[in-house]
């Protein structure tokens, strides 16, 4: 992929002395879904698949991108100066935004940049793809302008940029994945404070298989922020009768206990899924600890209904997919993962049905969707590094 991405530097922007070339991972969530803006916790991993960047400092202003995966794109010019959202180049907004929120900081870039971005995560698949640029676009910076930032601080800015120039309201597990991911290690974030710990994934014989439903509903974007300006209601209902600060405070008795102050049955669903799919995610890494895969299996699978039923994220073709992988023997828990509304399922699955699970729920799924699902199995990699 280094070569890839220099080769084509070299053909649109010349010389290659100075050039440094990035890599920042995409994420795969085991579980802990829609609970990072809920300050409850999450359990993701990076991946090995993420965004490539090429880039080299120019002696003017301008900033030049180019994306190997939009090529029909071109080159696509701004400046430094006056750096705001355009619709036509949408996916330069990821990396600008950051160069704006940077600024925002007081860490201003001297000079402008030539880019070349090459992206390996099935664009819209929910494993965070806008993310990784992020986080790639952060180390970059950091690295070649020596801005004294942190990963984690890599990770709070690009959030910030997505929330602020992108208009996603999106929490800060994507970009916290990408930033700190380790090697064979999930991230056990607790989004209200930060804190965090490794938990290797040590799956006894079973590999994470992911598969694609190669559907993206139109509208994610607002349907999520949706989600979320319901979850922050039915949190202000319930402060009115219990002194709590975010929906993650919760236990699922207390959930119980309070709920009649949720004064709507959709909210009272979604706030449900925030409260019970945090105390699944905290069982879930206990379980794991204590060398239980099958239970984080069934906390897996539990964590599917809940998003279907209850938040309403699911999907029908990811509805097929989790479903079918639960009837074949040798899989120990599938669930949609990330944002929801299309994109994959992950499933552990036993290495020794893993051609069976491929060739059942793929069948199984062309015949009901008339779509074709994609699948990969995924080994967990580091955060950011230059090459
Ligand atoms: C998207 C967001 C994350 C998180 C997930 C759902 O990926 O970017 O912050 O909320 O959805 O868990």
């Not at 879904?33 to 916790?41: K, L, R, S």
Request: glycine share 10%; hydrophobic share 35%; aromatic share 10%.
């Amino acid at each position: 992929m280094k070569e890839k991405v220099l080769k084509k530097f070299e053909e649109l922007f010349g010389g290659l002395d100075g050039v440094n070339v990035y890599f920042s991972p995409g994420r795969v969530n085991m579980i802990g879904e829609h609970t990072d803006y809920n300050g409850g916790h999450v359990f993701p991993c990076a991946l090995t698949i993420g965004t490539y960047m090429a880039v080299k400092k120019r002696e003017d202003r301008k900033l030049r991108f180019y994306s190997m995966n939009f090529e029909q794109l071109g080159v696509m010019e701004s400046s430094l100066d006056g750096i705001t959202p355009e619709d036509a180049a949408e996916w330069t907004n990821y990396p600008k935004g950051v160069m704006w929120a940077f600024a925002g900081r007081g860490f201003t870039m001297d000079c402008g940049l030539d880019m070349v971005i090459y992206g390996n995560i099935p664009a819209g698949s929910g494993l965070s793809s806008s993310a990784s640029l992020e986080v790639v676009t952060g180390y970059m910076l950091k690295d070649m302008y020596g801005f004294d930032v942190s990963n984690v601080d890599i990770a709070l800015i690009g959030q910030y940029s997505e929330n602020n120039f992108n208009g996603m309201n999106c929490g800060i597990m994507d970009q916290f994945a990408s930033a700190m991911g380790k090697k064979d290690n999930a991230i056990f974030l607790d989004t209200s404070d930060l804190s965090y710990e490794y938990a290797p994934l040590v799956l006894d014989g079973a590999k994470i298989l992911i598969t694609n439903s190669n559907v993206k509903h139109k509208l994610v974007d607002s349907k999520y922020n949706e989600r979320r300006t319901e979850c922050e209601t039915a949190l202000k209902e319930l402060q009115e009768v219990i002194g709590i600060k975010t929906l993650g405070d919760l236990t699922e008795e207390q959930f119980e206990t309070y709920k009649s102050a949720i004064k709507d049955e959709v909210r009272l669903r979604r706030a449900k899924h925030a409260v019970y799919e945090n105390q699944r995610t905290i069982r879930a890494v206990e379980a794991l600890k204590n060398k239980d895969v099958e239970l984080f299996g069934r906390l897996m699978n539990a964590s599917h209904v809940s998003l279907r039923d209850d938040y309403e994220v699911s999907c029908e073709e990811c509805d097929i997919l989790a479903e079918e992988a639960w009837k074949i023997d040798g899989v120990i828990g599938s669930r949609i993962t990330g944002g929801g509304f299309g994109g994959c399922t992950v499933s552990i699955v036993k290495e020794e049905a893993i051609d069976d699970f491929i060739e059942k729920v793929g069948t199984v799924y062309e015949k009901r969707t008339g779509k074709k699902a994609d699948f990969y199995t995924v080994d967990i990699g580091d955060g950011p590094s230059r090459l």
